[in-house]
């Protein structure tokens, strides 16, 4: 369908949410300087005709020229407006969520959402109706806030080979990663910090789980390898048993421990997508990305290594984000022409977890008496896992092993870690890290 | 003007240069695998229409499928084809070059260019004609090799206010730089092997000088802040002046020094384009920057702060941002449509060097003898210009003084400075270095 250009010099927008970023949106896109900015560089005029929100409870905004006339609990009839051009989705949820970016570009608005879970499941899907619809589906700020790193790997990087994606995408896991590396503490310690911060949610699952991090996994995925991706593909392990004495022998053996979300092609189709926590070197650009900050790393067969750095959530930024996506979806509307070809999103094989290639990094505490290395590390040459290096620490009573290995498959490592816990003399398998290798970068 | 649209499915690409991006460029555009994802991927056919070159001298391609029957000397003919959709620059030189370019636009065709020092005299002027031409200019390889800083500034940053742009823009001297501090010797030791590593040109000039930083410094703060800059507006030091001493005592300081292009829009207007070496806290995401990476930092009133880092030069990265804006030229031109409205470059005052406030750092050998420490600090006080800290270091019967100051007028350094070079006390005032401190960011 030809894409739908503006009734006037106008873009009505409707926001769906009006939270700290929905709010932080509203004023960037009414306060008067900033307005009159947009309007030079889009050649539009935009106009914010409606704020859907859930309860009638008044608006606090830092915007003298708020107008609480424009609130509304009816998100539906909102949606269906004939003179919205553009809904903004900063409400989060998924399932009636989708209801209403389904009816709005059903009915030829364009979409911009930040909402990373219900992208996660139903990108690919609502990307095909925004083209049947002549419509634009954009949504940036779901990965990484800031930082426009979708709109790289969908645009700039276009017409490069992108062979694997990194990214540290969740700032409460790095915040606390990060405090625990510069001796903040353990890791429930340095949890509740972040939470008094208002770094960490009040039930901290989806981040410390890694879910969070899995969905924009997923994102980032779909769109470096032009296929469907949904969080359900991401194999996802969090943080929540990584130690201070972990994050701190890594240091030690010049690593930093990161919550890396990994993207990969392996020989050239093979899909593989990750979340785990990880030991970088020192030297990685990755290691130095400290506090709440996300990261994105991209390397592909002409670019070579690409890094974006920035603020990956908070008010501002992430509305920033899809202020980004709302000039986009203005310029794009103002020069009307024949949508971009979409995609048809390829079948991509994926390579299980068991065949992925990795360095590790395993502690294992042991009763201290002589015949128990050989017998530990017999068990990694059972399996094929090599040890690089081996260091002993000694416990009250008993002896913790600190191992790191050569690259090995997952599958020989996991076999490997199953029969270390059935051993009679291993007391207690601990964190299972994987390590990138200071010569693959 | 209505945009031109393509003759049919394919786009006629002519290549001006076949050096080492040329090359690559070709290499890219013409492997089958690459050819077949670029049609996917915009809906259009590459083809190499032609490809001028200076000499008939054969090109050495990896290719075997290299079509040697493409290369012709006429490049004034190439650029008037009528089967020519877009002519690529990769030959640089500025007068000649900027005709035929001039010429292309002219007849409709779109143009990339990796030619920095051609964009920053003459990017607006051709920014403009390609507008009234309905064809595309874009030039994302001229600054900063394979990052899309210029995409990022223009696209997914276009509905934020940016106040300042700091960048590692030049591989050369941040290899220099890099490798200095890690205690690879004095400057021009140091310049011999970057040669011998072909990571500096035989005539380093454009280089060491800063006038390649600067040229790049006149394309980022004209799209950063939408006026016109050129390489004049830049007030430009290079790095022939630092000594692996200054590096060691920054270092030491707890800073990195690089060669840092600066574009900075002074309380909401005024504009400051600078090019100097530069301390920069090492906690500061650009100080990691090392080797001949290059890195483009940015900071705007909502995103934040945002970094991007990665391949500042060589033929397949170069070649990378090129075929990244070839990808973008296809795109356009078979959606079709109006074109964006061209941004009326804004009029801004250029805030003169002399009103910058910064902090300093400047080492003075001075006669070893009692007194000559009150004598010189007197000439600080006198133009206002508070010490934060010195440290005195014994040479060979005089000593050296290195000050860090507090933040003072650029005007007030100078004027310091001169009285300095004329006080009989003093035998030498080496390097003034531009210090960020650690609390701006």
Redesign the interface.
């Known amino acids: 369908m030809a894409?739908r250009r503006p009734a006037s010099t106008t873009l009505r927008v409707a926001l769906l949410g009006c939270g700290n970023v929905g709010l932080?949106l509203y004023e960037?896109l009414t306060e008067p300087v900033?307005r009159a900015?947009?309007a030079?560089?889009?050649?539009l005029t935009f106009d914010v005709v409606g704020i859907a929100v859930t309860s009638t409870k008044p608006v606090r905004s830092s915007a003298p020229w708020f107008d609480a006339s424009l609130l509304t609990t009816d998100a539906a009839s909102l949606v269906l407006r004939p003179d919205v051009d553009v809904v903004v989705e900063v409400m989060g949820g998924i399932d009636g969520t989708v209801d209403l970016l389904d009816a709005a570009l059903r009915s030829g608005a364009s979409v911009v959402s930040a909402n990373k879970a219900l992208l996660a499941v139903h990108g690919r899907r609502l990307s095909q109706l925004a083209y049947d619809h002549g419509a634009d589906l954009r949504y940036?700020a779901a990965v990484a806030g800031?930082?426009?790193i979708l709109?790289?790997l969908r645009?700039?990087?276009?017409?490069?080979?992108v062979h694997r994606v990194m990214g540290i995408v969740n700032g409460t896991t790095n915040f606390i990663l990060s405090t625990m590396a510069a001796g903040g503490g353990d890791y429930a310690a340095v949890l509740e910090q972040a939470q008094r911060l208002g770094l960490a949610e009040r039930d901290p699952a989806a981040d410390v789980l890694g879910t969070d991090a899995a969905a924009k996994a997923a994102i980032l995925a779909s769109l470096a390898f032009d296929c469907k991706v949904t969080t359900k593909d991401v194999h996802c392990e969090g943080i929540t048993e990584v130690t201070a004495a972990d994050v701190a022998f890594a240091r030690d053996l010049g690593f930093a421990v990161k919550l890396l979300a990994v993207c990969e092609l392996l020989d050239g189709d093979e899909l593989s997508v990750r979340v785990h926590p990880t030991m970088v070197p020192l030297d990685h650009?990755l290691a130095?990305v400290d506090g709440a900050f996300n990261a994105v790393f991209v390397e592909?067969?002409?670019?070579?290594?690409?890094?974006?750095?920035?603020?990956g959530a908070?008010g501002?930024?992430t509305?920033?984000?899809v202020?980004?996506d709302?000039?986009?979806v203005a310029?794009s509307m103002?020069?009307?022409?024949?949508?971009?070809?979409p995609?048809a999103p390829k079948v991509r094989p994926r390579r299980p977890l068991a065949a992925i290639a990795s360095a590790f990094y395993l502690t294992i505490d042991v009763a201290d008496r002589p015949g128990v290395l050989a017998e530990v590390t017999a068990i990694f040459g059972r399996h094929g896992v090599s040890i690089r290096s081996m260091e002993q620490l000694d416990l009250a009573g008993e002896a913790r092993l600190v191992f790191v290995t050569h690259v090995a498959l997952e599958g020989a490592m996991a076999a490997t870690v199953k029969d270390l816990r059935r051993c009679r003399v291993v007391d207690r398998v601990g964190t299972l890290l994987r390590v990138i290798e200071g010569d693959q970068n």
Do not use: K
């Open positions: 894409r932080a960037l900033q900015a947009l030079e560089r889009t050649g940036e800031a930082i426009p709109r790289v645009d700039a990087l276009a017409g490069e080979q650009p130095a592909g067969a002409s670019c070579g290594e690409l890094m974006l750095y920035g603020r908070g501002r930024p509305a920033s984000a202020l980004g709302l000039v986009e310029r103002r020069r009307g022409g024949t949508p971009d070809v995609l």
